[in-house]
């Protein structure tokens, strides 16, 4: 069964501070994986996309690993600032088009002055 | 240039009743992806229009339908509504089917079923 998996799923860090979340995926076969900031009651919007061959990317502050062996991607966040705090979705394609495109239920971010 | 554009942006129906979600894809974009999502979930696909034909759809009963226009801009629409219909409904849109790298999310409609 296809599915994407994400942790913790909730995080609390402090202003400044740096922070890792979590994802593992059974999505086969793969076509690529994309991480998504989601502010609450608004849509996704896309902070990274990496295919089969790339094992890192960055966007800012925003640094995204994967590794298609074992099936996990890490979304880094760096010098975290309060508008950081929202769901982070991690989103994994199999396919070309929706139907075998699966999200991942998110990890709240949360950070405090 | 305008973005994906959705609306309502919140709607309150009735049990039973039936509701019309409308959204304008981003302009250069062809292609229309609907998603639900549960508070505190992920998105769940349930179709995608491409050429004015449903292409692909998600495990979603058939209640849930939907239409796109010549313009590419596209309608959802919900009979028989139920008490967990209520959810946040996102519309994506691409250019093509095959166009996962370019997806553009609107910002929602959230639907309160009571």
């Known amino acids: 069964k296809n599915q994407v998996e994400q942790s913790p799923q909730s995080l609390i860090i402090l202003e400044g501070k740096n922070c890792t979340l979590q994802?593992?995926?059974?999505?086969?076969?793969?076509?690529?994986l994309r991480w998504y900031k989601q502010d609450t009651g608004r849509g996704p919007v896309s902070l990274t996309i990496?295919?089969?061959?790339?094992n890192t990317k960055s966007n800012g502050r925003y640094t995204a690993t994967l590794d298609a062996d074992t099936k996990q991607s890490s979304l880094h966040i760096t010098a975290s600032q309060l508008s950081d705090s929202a769901s982070y979705i991690c989103?994994?394609?199999?396919?070309?088009?929706?139907?075998?495109?699966?999200f991942g239920a998110g990890t709240r971010l949360f950070v405090k002055a | 240039d305008a973005g994906v554009t959705q609306s309502p942006t919140h709607l309150i129906k009735t049990r039973g009743q039936q509701v019309t979600l409308r959204c304008s894809p981003k302009?250069?974009?062809?292609?229309v992806s609907w998603y639900q999502q549960a508070l505190g979930q992920g998105p769940q696909f349930i179709f995608q229009?491409?050429?004015?034909?449903?292409?692909q759809r998600g495990n979603f009963p058939d209640r849930f339908s939907g239409h796109q226009f010549p313009n590419y801009s596209s309608e959802l629409n919900v009979n028989a509504l139920l008490l967990g219909d209520s959810a946040l409904y996102l519309c994506?849109?691409?250019?093509?089917?095959?166009?996962?790298?370019?997806?553009?999310f609107g910002s929602g409609t959230r639907l309160t079923v009571v």
């Open positions: 994506a849109s691409s250019g093509g089917p095959g166009g996962d790298y370019g997806y553009t």
């Open positions: 994802c593992n995926y059974t999505v086969s076969p793969f076509s690529n």
């Open positions: 229009y491409y050429e004015e034909e449903e292409r």
């Open positions: 989103v994994v394609s199999g396919d070309t088009g929706g139907f075998k495109t699966i």
């Open positions: 302009s250069g974009h062809d292609t």
């Open positions: 990496m295919t089969f061959s790339e």
